[in-house]
């Protein structure tokens, strides 16, 4: 099953906790903390894997989860890093922030690679908390989650060559003429649902010509396709990448001229760059009945817009040597049919200037502190360990939080909500 679209929910690993410990050897009473640090929870990657044409492996499997970090120990020892997570796309691959809509990456290159949910940092071993005034720290950090967060993946398919037209226009059957694919074909319309790919062999009419472009026959477009109407944008979306638009019409139809028109029409409607793509006209099944009589004036037509027009059966083979002569013509040199067309992947880096920042809000009789310095915090905090607790409560007041609670009116009993985390605020501040 062809699936151009998916969903997935991502959760990176977690840091692992710090430890706690204290340096214990024979005529050392005081060896002072050697609590290591945890380790780094694993990230998750996408990456562009050029044997896959489809997103079917996220067809079932939605949620995918990476490796936690590994608790810290004593003797400074580190907790193990959790194994990064990489998940494969298909060449061609956009990338969707779920929450926001904006584009994550744009993926169309082999290999290449973004990361799309960072794992969370280790924390701290209490060997980091000894000072002057304090030698035996018996706190250390837990470690920060990983990140979580919802993808939309979009393919549009990357092909050299794209087939157009209207249903039943005779794009499959010549899509089984010119390569070894085998797509369904049947006398009616809309028997293709989804997109078929298949490889030209240039050779056939250039035998020094090394290139094997790629042709894909794209389901039949109908008149109000750029506004949704039949298969609409699902369709549309995968003309964007093309290199050459090869627009097929059945010669023997009623208003041949009139069924290019509402292809050109749709694509102009929904990109009007797509009309400024190299492409040709072909006029199909000239076996048919009256189709041989009316390609003199559908040339003449289309010769007054400017599109070239190869008459062909693709059912008995007439014309196609021509045809592959012609899209050999349109097609760039081996060099530059390696490099994927455009539009060029893209990874999109945003910069987190409000890292530092937070916000106080009220909510009815509840207090909401927002801001991932201070979320962060409180996800590292064991707030059942007493050291740990009363540093959370430092951190808060050289931050200038507690400040700004108070401003807020916040009083002794009150709840404060911070991540996923309710804290009482006290006499003094946290209780």
């Not at 996220?58 to 490796?67: D, G």
Request: charged fraction near 30%; hydrophobic fraction near 40%.
């Amino acid at each position: 099953m062809f699936l151009d679209r998916a969903t997935i929910w991502l959760r990176a690993g977690d840091g692992g906790d710090g430890a706690v410990s204290f340096r214990r050897e024979a005529h050392v009473p005081r060896g002072g903390p050697d609590g290591g640090d945890g380790g780094r929870g694993g990230s998750i990657y996408l990456r562009v894997d050029v044997g896959q044409t489809t997103l079917a492996d996220y067809r079932y499997h939605h949620h995918f989860r990476a490796e936690s970090g590994g608790r810290g120990a004593g003797a400074r020892k580190h907790g193990k890093a959790g194994e990064d997570l990489e998940l494969s796309v298909p060449p061609g691959t956009a990338v969707f922030d779920g929450a926001t809509g904006e584009l994550v990456a744009d993926l169309v290159a082999a290999g290449q690679r973004v990361l799309v949910a960072r794992g969370g940092r280790g924390g701290l071993g209490n060997v980091h908390f000894a000072t002057a005034t304090h030698r035996t720290p018996r706190h250390a950090l837990k470690g920060e989650p990983g990140e979580e967060r919802q993808l939309h993946l979009e393919l549009r398919l990357i092909a050299d060559v794209g087939l157009v037209g209207l249903p039943n226009a005779g794009k499959s059957t010549l899509l089984a003429a010119l390569t070894n694919a085998t797509p369904k074909i049947a006398d009616y319309p809309f028997t293709t649902l989804e997109p078929n790919l298949g490889v030209l062999d240039l050779s056939a009419v250039d035998p020094d010509d090394p290139r094997r472009p790629t042709i894909a026959d794209l389901p039949g477009l109908i008149e109000g396709a750029s506004s949704g109407a039949g298969l609409g944008h699902a369709f549309l979306r995968h003309v964007e990448r093309t290199r050459v638009l090869v627009h097929v019409v059945d010669l023997a139809a009623r208003d041949p001229e009139g069924d290019r028109a509402i292809v050109r029409e749709e694509l102009r409607l929904h990109d009007e760059r797509l009309l400024a793509k190299p492409g040709l006209v072909v006029a199909n099944k000239l076996d048919l009945p009256g189709a041989r009589e009316r390609l003199p004036a559908f040339v003449d037509a289309c010769a007054g817009v400017g599109q070239p027009v190869i008459g062909i059966s693709a059912r008995t083979g007439e014309g196609l040597p021509e045809l592959l002569r012609a899209i050999s013509a349109l097609l760039p040199g081996p060099e530059e049919l390696e490099v994927p067309p455009e539009p060029a992947g893209v990874v999109v880096h945003r910069f987190d200037s409000d890292r530092e920042s937070f916000a106080v809000e009220r909510e009815g009789d509840l207090f909401r502190v927002r801001g991932r310095r201070i979320e962060r915090l409180v996800a590292q905090t064991d707030f059942e360990n007493e050291e740990s607790a009363e540093r959370f409560q430092r951190d808060l007041e050289r931050l200038g939080v507690a400040r700004e609670l108070r401003r807020a009116g916040v009083r002794p009993g009150d709840t404060v909500l911070v991540g996923d985390r309710e804290l009482e605020w006290g006499e003094e501040g946290w209780a």
